[in-house]
């Protein structure tokens, strides 16, 4: 475990510039074997990349057409580095964030979003500078007639890969990139971070010497790769 603290901003550097791989390789170690949320959760642009703390957001379908109670006020719950996670309750058919929710957050500091379901106003997620989008699909419709906003900041559950569902509690941290994106509880994420970035260190290594033309078994048996 790391002795030293590190600042949110630090960490959500640092685990920017890792991948998913060795972050996998790390929990897996740790026998969380199930933190990968659904593949079919991907980013709307390959190179699209969110590491920061969960700010979650639950929804439920509409019964009717006529307006709803007004739920409660998500804006309130963003701050700086968060990502939004956002459980849209099975409503599979509409975008369940915009280009105003997703412009708004990012003026309070918010880095990205993660959908269990759709976005709309897809252009302007891929206009905000160093946004991260991750969803199942787009979609032009308002999902205001479709669903409503219930709880925020609680315990949520999205659908996984290995599993059903995977929990995410607020302040989790997300890490998403071309590969998907995962869970890390958030009393290891630092511990997480360290040993990745140690994965890492030594993939990249041993796959310069690769590259160079030794054999990758004796690279993979020397640096523990692979």
């Known amino acids: 475990m790391p002795k030293e603290k ?3 901003v630090e960490m959500c550097e640092r685990y920017r510039k890792l991948y998913g791989g060795p972050i996998c390789d790390v929990l897996d170690q740790m026998k969380l074997h199930s ?3 659904h593949k079919d959760i991907k980013p709307l642009r390959y190179d699209m990349v969110v590491a920061g703390p969960a700010v979650t957001a639950k929804a439920i379908r509409r019964p009717r057409w ?3 109670p007004p739920g409660p006020d998500l804006m309130e719950a963003i701050y700086p580095h968060c990502v939004l996670v956002w459980d849209p309750g099975n409503e599979d058919q509409s975008g369940h964030v915009g280009g105003i929710t997703s412009n708004s957050i990012y003026a309070r500091g918010c880095q990205g979003v993660v959908v269990d379901g759709g976005i709309r106003d897809s252009y ?3 206009r905000i500078p160093n946004w991260g989008c991750f969803c199942r699909y787009t979609s032009p419709l308002e999902q205001g007639y479709r669903s409503v906003l219930v ?3 609680k315990p949520i559950w999205i659908s996984g890969s290995l599993t ?3 929990q995410v509690n607020p302040g989790d941290f997300i890490f998403g990139d071309s590969d998907g994106v995962i ?3 958030r009393d290891i994420a630092h511990e997480v971070l360290v040993k990745a970035e140690d994965i890492a ?3 990249r290594e041993g796959v310069e010497r690769i590259r160079s033309g030794i054999d990758a078994r004796k690279v993979k048996e020397e640096y523990h790769i692979g």
């Open 201 to 203: 260190a030594r993939e």
């Open 66 to 68: 006529e307006d709803a």
């Open 124 to 126: 302007q997620h891929l």
């Open 151 to 153: 709880e925020v900041e």
């Open 164 to 166: 059903y569902a995977v």
């Open 6 to 8: 590190i600042s949110l």
């Open 183 to 185: 869970v890390i509880p």
């Open 35 to 37: 933190q990968w949320l």
